[in-house]
């Protein structure tokens, strides 16, 4: 397990005022940042631009060093010893950089794979291997200059698994991807965790993506830890309600509205909506309030053709929570 | 020792298949010092040598035989320093955080994509080589021998002085002043395209930085018959000095510069 | 004018920012290393010794000042070449070649801008290099402004028709560094930088003569060295703005071609 305590990182910036002067000014990136990231789950670090999430990662993958803090791996020192982090992690980032476009992709992991120590027989049975499971046989000693994106994070992903690691930290790995890449995408992710049991942070701007794959997550603000816990847990933070609607017939609408809307008010505190012309009516409740709703509409009678439910969404608590006040947990 | 080794394989292969894998570089890389040495040769035209007391510089012969080995070390140089600017582009295409990302040994690093263009050097050697054997009818038999001593000798002097320019550009992605301000008097004050017994003694101080002066001293005393090796004992005993000093330079400037982007976070800029 | 003028302000502000000292010191500081080496070669070498040979091809035996001259305008092309002709590649690599494409802006005005802000860099550069000359007792004549002025013009025309034609070649072989130091290594060698045209063979002389520096070279010397006024040398003129011309054309038609039909090569 890779544990964090009080991460914090401040970087300094020089602004040139004239050709001679130039002011200096800190920035704190990241502020008493703390979190775990367990072996055989994927742990999610979200947060907007600008938040710490790139800055937290890297310090993580010991590229940059915390300005207070510490990093533990297995009861390893990481900021002192970080030699020993890097044998037994690898890094993702989404865009097309991060591998040499005039290689091929057996050169490239090649390349990398040699950096990591690992025999030449081992190797070379990694990368086959590799190569298969990203599906580039067909591409792979194409030079990547000549790969679609979606060809070239197929290979990062294969890059990132060169030394299999223990740890994989994922920054934004499905950036400006299609929908039938980034399932590709998640279905490694979801392999690779199940099967090898491997550690995954991932961050990420897409909260469908971070409400299907993370076990737990940890919020950004402002280089602070803001809101923690696992995709329920934080939804259930919100006051977020599920969306039930109800599709009948319209005769039968008119006839039993006014009814219907009276005594769900009365139930539940809240009123319905109609929408006549889809004939439905929907209303915004907890889940644990559905079936009371539902019970009222059976005690009218009413006709129900269909029944849609829409649980709340990671993406709706954030953004509601995002404009409250900070919820702590 | 076998991790250092594979590191230094995988950057030369590497760096091979960058710069080579269009064949095209081949040959450009051969056109290069064949257009140095020959605007080298034809800046001596315009000048008169015998009455200035330097007699031997009046046989074309002896001027071709000095001007080629000079570029063939300073080419061997100048291709290691061409292979440190190539790290501008390394974080460009972002490669460089990812190696950082490595546990991989800095200093193989370092002297791997020194050595990286190792591979081009013995083509282009060989082909010069056969140039002037062809062109100046040949070195007598005995001096041919020297000729792997002299090209091992390149090597290693330019990998150990790539190494230390590969550490210097990892400070920063503006590095450009390092290469003009060490390339350019490497060439005019190394002994390159005159022999360092005319420069004033200032001169001669900045020419005692260059390992390639050393070499080129050797690699002309041997090839050129002009000297034995047990005399040119001075000068190899001061070479390996000299590499002494800048390997133990570039091990102290590598642990700054890795603690200086790790504190800065810069590595990446571009 | 818009996008020329749009074009110098990036430029210039770009330069400022992304190693300025690299580029421009570089640039002196090479300069300043051919006087240099001329002096020390002329000086410590040959005792101020010329061979006749020199003074009959250069018409005269100021070694340095012919040294100089030819380090100045080597310097300046590199420069101007550099700035011209990794235009678009300087684009491609940073991400942006889609928009310069993507717009209706001329081409020729993007690297004009380019350009023209490089050269009055290097104008400043350069005055280093005759400084230094100045302070080895080289001495130069001078001349009307009219024949300074026109010179400086035809210069930054025939390095601006060349920047062209190298900007394709850049673009066909998407490679800047083997390209444009094997464009350097041909313009030390044919044009006359360091000695004259004629101790080269007689093949080489011919395609020297085909490139338009060799005779602006020897025009910038005519000014420089002797005095002589440009009213002089029109026909010189004529040639080299007609060499230039063609060259600028067949650059920018290719350019264009090129764009046409490979822009899947490199738009991103």
Redo the contacts between chains.
């Keep these: 397990m890779l544990e964090a305590v009080n991460l914090s990182?401040t970087?300094?910036f020089a602004e040139r005022k004239s050709f001679f002067k130039t002011n200096h000014r800190d920035i704190c990136a990241v502020e008493d940042i703390s979190l775990k990231i367990e072996e055989g789950k994927i742990i999610g670090l979200l947060g907007v631009n600008g938040a710490g999430k790139t800055?937290t990662i890297?310090m993580l993958?010991?590229?940059?060093?915390p300005t207070s803090g510490q990093i533990t791996f297995n009861g390893i020192d990481c900021v002192k010893n970080p030699?020993e982090l890097?044998?037994r992690?690898?890094?993702i980032?989404g865009?097309e950089?991060?591998?040499?476009?005039?290689?091929s992709a057996v050169?490239n992991l090649?390349?990398?794979g040699?950096?990591?120590?690992i025999p030449k027989a081992v190797l070379k049975e990694r990368i086959k291997d590799l190569i298969e499971m990203t599906d580039l046989k067909e591409y792979e000693k194409a030079?990547v200059e000549t790969y679609s994106k979606g060809m070239k994070q197929r290979l990062q992903f294969a890059?990132g698994l060169i030394?299999d690691p223990s740890l994989l930290f994922l920054d934004e790995p499905t950036l400006g991807l299609d929908v039938p890449i980034v399932a590709q995408m998640h279905h490694y992710i979801e392999k690779i965790v199940k099967e090898q049991n491997k550690g995954i942070l991932i961050t990420t701007h897409y909260m469908a993506e971070a409400e299907k794959l993370c076990d737990y997550i940890y919020i950004l603000n402002k280089g602070k830890v803001n809101i923690e816990g696992t995709p329920s847990e934080i939804i259930n933070l919100s006051d977020i309600n599920s969306t039930v609607t109800i599709t009948t017939n319209k005769e039968v609408l008119q006839k039993k509205w006014v009814h219907i809307e009276t005594e769900s008010y009365r139930k539940l505190g809240v009123k319905p909506e109609v929408d006549e012309q889809k004939q439905a009516i929907s209303i915004h409740i907890k889940k644990e309030q559905i079936a009371t709703f539902l019970q009222v509409l059976i005690a009218y009678d009413l006709v129900i053709h269909g029944v849609e439910i829409g649980d709340p969404k990671l993406e709706d608590a954030i953004l509601q929570m995002s404009g409250d006040v900070r919820c702590e947990k | 020792m076998r991790e250092v080794i594979q590191i230094i394989k995988a950057e030369i292969v590497k760096s091979h298949q960058i710069n080579f894998g269009d064949k095209r570089n081949y040959f450009i890389v051969l056109l290069w010092p064949i257009l140095l040495f020959f605007t080298a040769y034809y800046s001596y035209k315009p000048l008169s040598f015998s009455e200035a007391g330097w007699s031997i510089f009046e046989s074309k012969e002896v001027i071709i035989k000095f001007l080629i080995i000079g570029y063939l070390a300073y080419n061997c140089f100048f291709s290691l320093v061409r292979n440190a600017l190539f790290m501008r582009n390394e974080r460009e295409e972002g490669v460089l955080e990812i190696i950082f990302l490595s546990p991989a040994k800095r200093f193989a690093l370092m002297y791997g994509r020194a050595l990286g263009t190792v591979i081009q050097n013995v083509w282009m050697f060989g082909v010069f080589t056969a140039f002037i054997l062809v062109y100046i009818g040949g070195f007598e038999k005995s001096t041919l021998l020297f000729f792997p001593l002299v090209f091992l000798l390149i090597c290693i002097s330019a990998g150990i002085w790539g190494g230390l320019l590969n550490t210097l550009f990892l400070f920063s992605r503006d590095t450009l002043v390092i290469f003009y301000l060490l390339d350019e008097p490497m060439l005019l004050f190394s002994g390159v395209k005159m022999p360092t017994a005319i420069f004033p003694f200032w001169a001669k101080v900045i020419s005692f930085i260059f390992p390639i002066t050393y070499v080129l001293y050797i690699a002309r005393g041997t090839l050129m018959s002009t000297e034995t090796l047990y005399e040119l004992r001075g000068a190899f005993v001061a070479l390996v000095l000299l590499l002494c000093i800048i390997i133990f330079t570039t091990s102290q400037l590598l642990r700054l510069a890795e603690a200086h982007y790790r504190k800065s976070g810069n590595i990446n800029f571009y | 004018m818009q996008v020329t003028i749009a074009r110098i302000k990036y430029s210039f502000k770009n330069a400022m920012r992304a190693d300025f000292w690299g580029t421009t010191i570089g640039r002196i500081v090479a300069g300043i290393y051919t006087v240099i080496f001329a002096a020390f070669m002329y000086h410590y070498m040959v005792k101020g010794n010329v061979s006749s040979s020199f003074t009959d091809y250069a018409g005269t035996d100021d070694y340095l000042a012919y040294i100089i001259v030819g380090a100045a305008f080597y310097s300046v092309s590199v420069s101007i070449l550099m700035a011209v002709g990794r235009t678009f590649m300087v684009e491609l690599r940073e991400g942006v070649i889609n928009e310069a494409f993507l717009s209706p802006a001329s081409r020729l005005q993007i690297l004009f801008g380019n350009g023209i802000e490089q050269y009055m860099r290097s104008i400043a550069e350069v005055s280093v290099i005759f400084l230094l000359g100045s302070f080895i007792r080289v001495r130069f004549k001078s001349t009307d402004l009219f024949s300074y002025i026109i010179m400086i013009l035809l210069i930054f025309f025939a390095l601006f028709s060349i920047g062209v034609l190298l900007s394709f070649i850049m673009l066909f072989m998407k490679d800047t560094y083997l390209s444009q130091n094997t464009f350097f290594l041909l313009i030390n060698f044919l044009c006359g930088v360091s000695f004259p045209t004629e101790y080269l063979p007689k093949g080489l002389q011919y395609l020297s003569n085909c490139i338009p520096f060799t005779l602006l070279l020897k025009l910038m010397r005519r000014i420089l060295i002797f005095g002589d006024s440009i009213s002089t040398h029109i026909s010189d003129v004529a040639i080299i703005f007609i060499m230039s011309t063609c060259i600028l054309f067949i650059g920018s038609f290719l350019l264009r071609f090129y764009e046409k039909k490979y822009a899947d090569r490199f738009i991103l």
Excluded: Q
């Design positions: 990182k970087y300094r800055t890297k993958s010991t590229l940059i060093e030699f890097k044998k992690i690898n890094m980032a865009g950089r991060n591998l040499y476009w005039r290689l050169e090649e390349y990398f040699a950096l990591y120590h030079p890059r030394n």
